[in-house]
């Protein structure tokens, strides 16, 4: 009776593992299970062949007045095009983006049960966000939380100023890191190695699915050997 309940767990394991490769987060916008789109908008198009947004969410990730979180990114004055290019392409990897599984992790939040943390971005997708962004201005350092909600849009909150991107963020890993509270991990490996999601790529093959394969392979074999470990104890002190 011991061995099949752990042979059942360590499968049950294992196909959880399977599942982390191809799976969309449980949040706000994501839909349950990802798939081909046909058409995605603009820069969320390299999704479109397996992804877990919607058309629709695609395009309103590029609105100034998009629904999707109420968001304003010209809470410090109009944001430059050259810098709000690649907060739409964050919004289209977040959304859109299947391959996130080894970096999801549970939340109890109202808008959502699921967030990622500590995905390893490539060093080139962090060193040109801040680079085309370090001459605009925001009031904050982390966007998740903090802001005046009053008007129903974020607002800088009282006692706070608009400084330069450079400021509050003095490097491209502060930037990284610290905007969306620890979801991004700044890399220093670089596109192509494996070892990095990338937020931009051509349409094409998902080089993103490579990376989860390689930390699914390198990571998840050492936590479910201790959660096996874990387990086997617990069923001996049930049953001896």
Not at 19 to 43: R, S
Not at 101 to 110: H, K, L, N, R
Not at 160 to 183: G, Y
Request: hydrophobic share 35%; glycine share 4%.
């Amino acid at each position: 009776m011991l061995s099949v309940t752990l042979s059942l767990a360590l499968v049950s394991m294992a196909v959880s593992q399977k599942d982390l490769l191809n799976m969309c987060m449980n949040a706000k916008h994501h839909k349950t299970d990802p798939g081909p789109e046909g058409v995605l908008y603009k820069q969320c198009s390299p999704w479109k062949d397996n992804a877990c947004c919607t058309a629709n969410t695609s395009e309103q990730a590029h609105s100034d007045n998009s629904y999707l979180y109420n968001f304003e990114w010209n809470h410090c004055g109009i944001m430059s095009e050259a810098c709000k290019k690649h907060f739409i392409q964050d919004t289209c990897f977040y959304e859109c983006s299947p391959h996130l599984g080894p970096w999801i992790q549970m939340v109890d939040q109202s808008w959502r049960k699921e967030r990622i943390l500590d995905v390893p971005l490539c060093r080139e997708d962090c060193e040109t966000w801040w680079e085309d962004c370090k001459g605009d201005f925001t009031c904050k350092e982390n966007w998740h939380v903090g802001w005046n909600w009053t008007t129903g849009r974020n607002r800088c909150p009282s006692g706070s100023t608009c400084q330069l991107f450079s400021t509050v963020f003095p490097t491209a890993q502060d930037l990284c890191e610290k905007i969306w509270s620890n979801s991004y991990k700044y890399s220093t490996y670089t596109k192509g190695s494996g070892r990095c999601m990338q937020m931009w790529f051509s349409e094409g093959t998902n080089p993103n699915k490579q990376v989860a394969e390689y930390y699914i392979r390198n990571v998840s074999p050492v936590m479910v050997a201790t959660t096996a470990l874990l387990f086997a104890a617990l069923l001996l002190t049930m049953f001896f």
